[in-house]
């Protein structure tokens, strides 16, 4: 059977040749077998197709026999997906909000919005925990646009409750990354009034650079908005500077992997300083992640960086605790540049 699996994935290696063009294909290809997997063609069916999608999952253009741990692994994702589905109806998710901080005056310059999921038996899950299921079962979509909903709402009522205007940045994934994007971030700005320019949106970097031409097309058409766009998790993917000079990028965020080893690490600081050096020559700003080290903060203030984002000033927090650091004394913040009636 893995020799016949073979022959079928070498055959489709082959580029096809299309109106002139050449196509390329990929096949993924699950097994199961007959007596001891099941004895019906529905049964060997489903597991053949289980398989299948792990092989999908392991990147593809090979073949997997099924295994027994996959069904249980498939019915923990199911049910997750329709939690997913009823969490959505019934606002268990929620938005916690980590400050963004100037390392020149150390004002919060803006806000990142990081969804929460207030599981009904599970309790408060982290991203990490929900975010690829609902990338892999086209959920991703709808909870998306509940995220980016719920922070242009909030930044909205900060704005006139506080009288601050501070950006907020929503994480994108690449699913999502499509001409109805446009669309629906178009309508969430209108619907909560809140202007583009106060609204970021995050890319991760190794999103960014596998990308097609209809993905920086759509990322055009969203910064021509109005909107500001940051490349998420920088050094950690495979960016052509090429390809970089050509995308509409405003913020690099250096990933949190070069900043936790700082001061030790010559290797991540160097890094660090070349990323700098990149992004400023591109006029971009560049803001670090997971600072939680003074020595971190004052190692990247004296290389130029320009925003901190970490432990160090503050976790993600709730709305409202995030609120009341924005309007506390004791916060060294000065939002002179901010203030509404000054802009
Ligand atoms: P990210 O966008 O790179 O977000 C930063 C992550 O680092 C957050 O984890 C944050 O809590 C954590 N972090 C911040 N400061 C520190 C620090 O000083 N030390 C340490 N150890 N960690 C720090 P979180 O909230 O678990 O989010 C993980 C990832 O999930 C995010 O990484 C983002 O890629 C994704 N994510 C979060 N919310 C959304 C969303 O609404 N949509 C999508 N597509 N992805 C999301
Ligand atoms: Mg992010
Ligand atoms: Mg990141």
Request: proline fraction near 4%.
């Amino acid at each position: 059977v893995p020799e016949v699996a073979q022959r079928i994935l070498k055959t489709l290696d082959r580029p096809f040749d299309v109106a002139g063009r050449e196509v390329f294909l990929g096949a993924s290809i699950g097994i199961s077998m007959y007596p001891q997997d099941g004895h019906d063609v529905t049964a060997l069916m489903k597991y053949a197709d289980v398989a299948m999608f792990q092989a999908k999952k392991d990147g593809g253009n090979r073949h997997q026999f099924y295994l027994a741990d996959m069904t249980v692994a498939a019915n923990q994702r199911l049910a997750l997906e329709t939690d997913i589905r009823r969490s959505l109806e019934s606002d268990d998710f929620i938005v916690h909000y980590q400050p963004q901080v100037s390392l020149e005056n150390d004002c919060i310059v803006g806000v990142e919005a990081l969804a929460r999921w207030q599981h009904p038996q599970h309790g408060m899950l982290p991203p990490n925990m929900f975010i690829p299921v609902a990338e892999e079962s086209g959920l991703i979509e709808a909870l998306g646009d509940w995220v980016m909903h719920a922070a242009c709402k909030q930044a909205r009522e900060w704005q006139e409750t506080t009288g601050i205007l501070i950006p907020v940045a929503v994480n994108l994934s690449g699913h999502q990354i499509s001409d109805r994007l446009v669309q629906s971030v178009g309508n969430i700005l209108e619907k909560t009034g809140l202007e583009p320019r106060y609204l970021e949106l995050e890319i991760t970097e190794s999103c960014i650079m596998s990308h097609t031409d209809e993905t920086i097309d759509c990322l055009q058409r969203l910064r021509r908005l109005g909107v500001k766009m940051a490349i998420d998790d920088f050094g950690t993917g495979y960016s052509s500077m090429s390809q970089l000079k050509r995308l509409p990028i405003d913020k690099l965020k250096i990933d949190r992997s070069f900043v936790r080893d700082v001061p030790q690490d010559s290797n991540d600081m160097e890094i660090i300083k070349a990323i700098i050096a990149l992004g400023h020559a591109l006029d971009m700003t560049i803001i670090a992640e997971g600072v939680e080290t003074a020595e971190q903060r004052i190692f990247l203030a004296r290389h130029g960086c320009d925003v901190m984002q970490g432990y160090l000033f503050s976790r993600p927090e709730p709305a409202a605790k995030i609120e009341a650091l924005l309007l506390s004394e004791s916060c060294p913040v000065s939002y002179t540049h901010l203030r509404a009636h000054e802009t």
